[in-house]
């Protein structure tokens, strides 16, 4: 469906996104995740026909970027940022408007109205003069400005940033919906969104892609290795270090300042997938400490795009 | 062409949703009214030569005014990206935001035909110079309208498009009347710039094709540099 290849973008000297290579199948929902910088937005931008690419190529259905840029506009429908709406048109003349320009015939222009209204939840702010709007009300106006014409691919820049709690379920709600039939790319710096709306994350840093992969496999391979807590009263702290570093000398065992008195903590890594769970239990039950606390964490997303987009 | 339709109806319903045109039209009719009646009765002559030498000055502070907003708003306020990520070509969206220019200065001009009118009630007016007037004046219009849209293309701020678009239109108002500073050789080029003359000569009743290729090369101008700003940017 979409394919990019060695996509760069600079503006001036700074390189703002460097040589992408990304292939988009039709039905994927996909996430495309960073910290702030990494050129997500200018990614989408470029595939938007925003911005033209400093180098590489976008190629939608077969149509190139540079020749077909017009017909690529009518094949997405894309949600920028924030939703910048037109501040002093009305709801209805706003969609009315793009209606026109993106050519939905006049004798179904009502029907589809009607039908955005609801999945978007339009009907009560139909009348009411865009500046009026809250930022969620604005979002889902421009998720309806996106899905005018039905189409095939849609792509979404930060569609919950800065909504409440509540709004951002809606809109994922509306997004898993209209997911079920079409592509959707989104950008998101929220990671939870992340993994409950999309089936594949691509995550990038500094403009490269530092993985690529559904979120499922992600998510396994965060599981892997994961992390122990471990709070212990009744114990010293040096000596409980050399007791666990007994159990397998590759630990990774790092000592934390504990809140409580009388409690010492660690942390404490495996590496690859070993469990080390019931021989730290068996450890301590030679001892007289006493467990206070004993939690494995598996590794989150969090984790993983934390390590990955880490300054190096 | 339907792609020009539609921007230009919506960017010309724009002005009279928020109270600019209101603003703009008042303050051009009490203006060139101002200064036209003032002097009328002096002249006393039933013609409408002084308000034609008056437009030119007017139209190069009133249109800029116009068209400032055009661009610089959808710019600062980000909308641009979503009309430019819309199925429009570039020519589509400078030649319609044009066309709504061109219609809301054609609109201004239309309450100053009761001048006209009033003045043929108290005496005989030769209508040739009037309705050669008019046409100029849309000419006119026209070609302060391209360059009004080229300057707001190239801020997000509307002051400086404004200023801007006043510097640019001022300066080929007033450019053939400083002949006197310029040297020989470069004398009658500079003169056949100025937009003034041109329109003083149509507004005289006499169409030159000359005058009309002069107009549509500077709105041709404008709006290329438009195009090629908006090219800049993408």
Known sequence: ?312 | MRQIANIAVKEFNDYFTSPIAYIVISIFLVVTGWFFFSTFFLFDRADMRNFFSLLPIIFSFIIPAITMRLFSEEINVGSYEILVTMPVSFVDIALGKFVAALFFTACMLIPTISYPVFISLIGEIDLGPVIGGYIGAFFLGGAYCALGVFSSCLTRNQIIAFIVGVAICFTLTIIDKILFFMPKSIVSFVGFLGAGGHFQSISKGVIDSRDIIYFLSIIFLGLLGTYLVMCKKN
Request: positive net charge.
């Open chain 1, 1 to 312: 469906m979409i394919q990019v290849k060695n996509l760069s973008k600079y503006y001036n000297d700074f390189c703002a996104v460097d040589k992408i290579s990304l292939n988009i199948k039709k039905g994927e929902i996909l996430g495309l995740l960073g910290p702030n910088g990494a050129g997500k937005t200018t990614t989408l931008r470029m595939l938007t026909g925003f911005l033209k690419p400093s180098s590489g190529n976008i190629n939608i259905k077969n149509l190139s970027i540079f020749n077909d840029s017009l017909r690529i506009k009518k094949l997405i429908g894309y949600l920028p940022e924030s939703a910048p709406l037109y501040h002093n048109m009305l709801v209805f003349d706003y969609l009315e408007y793009v209606a026109k320009i993106k050519g939905v015939k006049k004798e179904k222009r009502f029907q589809r109205f009607k039908r955005l209204s609801k999945l978007c939840g339009l009907s009560q702010i139909m009348h009411l003069s865009i500046n009026e709007l809250s930022k969620g009300l604005k979002q889902r106006v421009g998720l309806a400005h996106a899905m005018m014409t039905d189409p095939e691919i849609l792509i979404l820049d930060e569609p919950t940033s800065g909504l409440d709690p509540n709004q951002i379920i809606e809109i994922r709600d509306i997004i898993t919906r209209i997911g079920k039939e079409k592509t959707i790319i989104i950008s998101t710096h929220i990671l939870s969104e992340a993994e409950a709306t999309c089936n594949r994350i691509v995550i990038i840093n500094k403009g490269k892609i530092v993985a690529d992969d559904t979120s499922q496999n992600l998510k396994q391979k965060a599981q892997k290795s994961s992390c122990i807590n471990l709070s212990l009263y009744n114990a010293e702290q040096d000596k409980a270090y050399n007791v666990l570093k007994e159990i397998n000398n590759s630990l990774e065992i790092i000592k934390k300042e504990s809140k409580e008195k009388d409690i010492i903590s660690f942390e404490i890594k495996s590496p690859g997938d070993i469990d080390i769970r019931k021989d730290i239990y068996l450890k301590i039950k030679e001892t007289n400490w006493i467990i206070a606390e004993f939690i494995r964490e598996p590794q989150t997303l969090e984790k993983i795009f934390q390590e990955l987009t880490r300054e190096s």
